[in-house]
C-alpha cells in the first residue's frame, strides 16, 4: 500500500506531462497542417498523427531519463525534456512533409516547440516541488566493505532531498546487528562480497527495505547468464561473449551503413577542422596504438587536439581536461563538440571498430590497469566502439573499475536494442561537460579516481 501511495501520483504526474505534450502539438497539427496535408485523413487519422508524435515523445524522454523527477535535478530534466521534444517535433516535422504537397512552413511547429519548452519548464519545476513536498528523504543506510565514499556522492550529486543518509557502517558492524536496518526506507551496499551481501539483501528484503547494491565484477557477468533448466533444476549458464550470427551481420552492416553516411555528412566539417589544425604547423590527424577485440592492436585516428610534443617524455597519459596545458586552443573547441573523435569513422568502416562497443584503450595504460586488476582483460571480449555504456553512463575519469562494470554490463547483453539504446543517449551526452572531464593534476591513468578504495577482487 505504501508503494501505491507513491507510485500511482507519481505515475498520474508523469502523464500529465505527455497529455500536455500531445495537446499542444495537437493545437498546431488541426489548426495548421492537417488543412494543407495531400489526403485528409479525418478524425481517426489526425489522431493517429498526435498519437505518433506522443509515442516519440514518451519513447525518446525515457531514453534520456526525462521523467526522473526523484533522482535527477531540474536543469538535466528540463535538458532531457528539450532534448525529447527537438528529436520528436523534427522527426514529425518530416512526417508532415512526407504527408504534403510540398515543403511546409516550419514556423508553426518552431512556435509550438517554444510552448512545449515553456511547459517543460513549468512542470519540471512544479513536479518537483510537488514531488518533494508529499515524499520526504527516504531513512537511509549505507553498508560497505572495500567500497568507501558511498555517502558522499548523496551530496554530490544533489540528492539529500532523495535520501537521508543516517547511518554508515562497515559490513561486519552490520551483520553483527542487522537489527540496525529496522525502520530505514532504503539501504545502499557498496563493495560487499556475496555471502555477506546475500545475508543483508534477504533481511530488507523481510524488512520491505529498498535496496540498492552496487554490483562486483562476478555479479556483472552473472548478468549475462542465460536462463535453462536441466534435471529439473533452474541453471544459469555462463558463456564468454559470443553473440548470435544474425546480431553480429546486422551489426556490421548498420556499423558500414552509419559510418558510411556519416563520412559523407561530416566531411565539410572534417575539412575545416583539418585546416584549423594545420594553422599551428603540425598535422592535422594523428594515429595511435589501441586494443580492440581479443587485444589486438589497431591505429585509432583522431584529429590532434594536443601539442606534437605532448608526450616528449614517452609516458602515456590521460588528458585532465581544459586545465591540460597540452591541448592547442583548437584542441579545446574541436574536444567540446567531440569533432576530434570523427576521423574514428574510417576505422568503423575499415572493420578496426563498432559504433557500439568498449572504448579502446591504449596498451600502455590497460597493462597498468591489469597489474592491479587483471579482470580489466575482460572488456576485450567484444570489438572496441565508438560510443559504449561506459561513456554513456560514467565519465572521462571514471574509474578503470567502474569502467570494466559497464563495458561488462553491456558485454553481457548484447543486442540491437541495446546498441539503440547507447547511440540515443551519445545524443544526450554530447554536450554534457562532465562527460570530458579529465583525471586528476598530476594522473597518468584514471586508477585511484573516484570513490573506490581499495582493490575489489572478485
Known amino acids: 500500500m505504501k508503494k501505491m501511495k507513491h507510485d500511482v501520483p507519481t505515475r498520474l504526474v508523469k502523464v500529465l506531462i505527455l497529455i500536455l505534450m500531445m495537446v ?38 525515457r531514453s534520456y531519463d526525462a521523467f526522473h523527477i526523484s533522482i535527477s535535478p531540474i536543469s538535466e530534466i528540463i535538458y532531457s525534456q528539450t532534448l525529447a521534444l527537438i528529436i520528436s517535433d523534427f522527426i514529425m516535422y518530416v512526417v508532415i512533409w512526407l504527408l504534403s504537397l510540398y515543403m511546409p512552413n516550419a514556423v508553426p511547429l518552431l512556435i509550438t516547440f517554444g510552448v512545449q519548452f515553456l511547459i517543460s519548464v513549468l512542470w519540471t519545476f512544479l513536479a518537483h516541488q510537488w514531488y518533494f513536498h508529499n515524499f520526504r528523504p527516504g531513512r537511509t543506510a549505507v553498508i560497505y566493505d572495500l567500497r568507501e565514499g558511498m555517502e558522499s556522492l548523496v551530496g554530490e550529486y544533489g540528492m539529500e532531498k532523495k535520501f537521508h543518509i543516517e547511518k554508515v557502517l562497515g559490513v561486519e558492524e552490520c551483520l553483527a546487528k542487522l537489527s540496525v536496518l529496522d525502520e530505514m526506507d ?34 556483472v557477468i552473472m548478468g ?15 558463456d564468454r561473449y559470443r553473440p548470435i550470427p544474425e546480431y553480429t551481420i546486422a551489426k556490421r552492416a548498420f556499423d558500414i551503413l552509419f559510418s558510411g553516411i556519416a563520412i ?6 572534417m575539412l575545416v577542422t583539418a ?13 595511435q596504438k589501441r586494443l580492440t577485440k581479443d587485444g589486438k592492436e589497431f ?14 617524455d614517452g609516458v602515456a597519459r590521460l588528458s585532465t581536461g581544459d586545465k591540460d596545458d597540452r591541448i592547442t586552443p583548437v584542441g579545446k573547441i574541436i574536444r567540446k563538440i567531440r569533432f576530434d573523435e570523427l576521423p574514428q569513422l ?9 559504433i557500439v562497443g568498449p572504448r579502446p584503450e591504449r596498451p600502455e595504460i590497460a597493462r597498468q590497469y591489469e597489474e592491479e586488476m587483471p579482470e580489466f582483460r575482460l572488456r576485450l571480449q567484444a570489438k572496441a566502439g565508438l560510443t559504449g555504456y561506459a561513456q554513456v553512463y560514467g565519465k572521462y575519469n571514471t574509474t578503470p573499475y567502474d569502467k570494466l562494470l559497464m563495458d561488462l554490463t553491456y558485454i553481457g547483453t548484447p543486442s540491437l536494442w541495446e546498441d539503440f539504446k547507447i547511440c540515443l543517449a ?9 562527460s570530458t572531464e579529465g583525471v586528476e593534476e598530476g594522473q597518468a591513468t584514471a586508477m585511484g579516481n573516484g570513490h573506490s578504495k581499495g582493490r575489489q577482487a572478485d
Open 275 to 287: 585546416i584549423a589544425i594545420k594553422s599551428d604547423g603540425g598535422p592535422a590527424l594523428y594515429k
Open 426 to 434: 551519445t545524443v544526450k551526452i554530447l554536450f554534457m561537460p562532465e
Open 24 to 61: 499542444a502539438f495537437g493545437f498546431v497539427w488541426y489548426g495548421y497542417y492537417a488543412a494543407r496535408a495531400q489526403v485528409h485523413y479525418y478524425r481517426r487519422g489526425d489522431w493517429v498523427v498526435i498519437l505518433l508524435f506522443g509515442i516519440l515523445y514518451y519513447g525518446f524522454c
Open 224 to 238: 549475462g547468464a542465460k536462463k535453462v533448466h536441466m534435471f529439473h533444476l533452474p541453471m544459469l549458464r555462463i
Open 299 to 312: 591505429n585509432v585516428l583522431k584529429f590532434r587536439s594536443m601539442r606534437v610534443d605532448a608526450e616528449k
Open 346 to 354: 574510417f576505422n568503423i568502416l575499415r572493420g578496426d571498430m563498432s
Open 264 to 269: 559523407v555528412i561530416a566531411s565539410p566539417f
Open 186 to 219: 532504503t539501504v545502499f551496499l557498496s563493495g560487499i562480497h556475496s555471502h555477506e551481501r546475500n545475508i543483508i539483501l534477504k533481511y530488507c528484503m523481510y524488512q520491505d527495505i529498498q535496496v540498492y547494491v552496487i554490483p562486483r565484477i562476478g555479479d
